[in-house]
């Protein structure tokens, strides 16, 4: 069974200190900006609706892929800034704990859906959605068990791999509407 273990490769994860402050400090421009990210989150369900209405694009569409990227650009940041911090583990779990809070956010969802479960009527490109995010996440883990140092373009195995099937998931569901 694999399990971690010290190498003559392995990197401490240690916040580089000069990034250090106060602990007040952190915890009031953590809340304000938490507050900014989900007004920005309500304008942007807003306009992301009005794009679907306008175009003619399909909610799925518009919320699989412009919704989400605009959505996940502050995991995206807050991971680079970790990795630039050499917190590397903070990093990782920013990425996984973000997929563990998305499902938290179906199930509140689900709670206040007032048609019975949120789940039975949801579209079947949901569930394609929710599939290719398992095997993402499943191809992410292997990354993490099979390690190594270089592989495809100057990444690991596992990152060109979620970049082909993110990609041939968003042609099917752009070719199917």
Known sequence: MWFPRLTS????????????????????????LATVTGIAGWILMEAAKGIADETGLSDTLV????????TSTPELVTTIAAIRYGALTLAVSNIFGT??????????ADLGYPHGSIYHDMAPVQMT????????TA?????????????IGRIGFESALILTVYAVALAIIVAHG
Request: charged share 10%; proline share 5%; with cysteine.
């Open 9 to 32: 490769e392995t990197v401490p994860d240690t916040p580089s200190p000069q990034h250090r402050g106060s602990l007040a400090k952190a915890w009031i421009s953590f809340i304000a």
């Open 63 to 70: 919320g699989g892929l412009l919704t989400a990227l605009a």
């Open 99 to 108: 997929n563990c809070f998305n499902m938290l956010v179906v199930a509140a």
């Open 129 to 136: 959605w929710g599939l290719i995010s398992i095997l993402m």
């Open 139 to 151: 191809i992410l883990l292997l990354g993490l068990v099979r390690r190594e140092t270089y592989g």
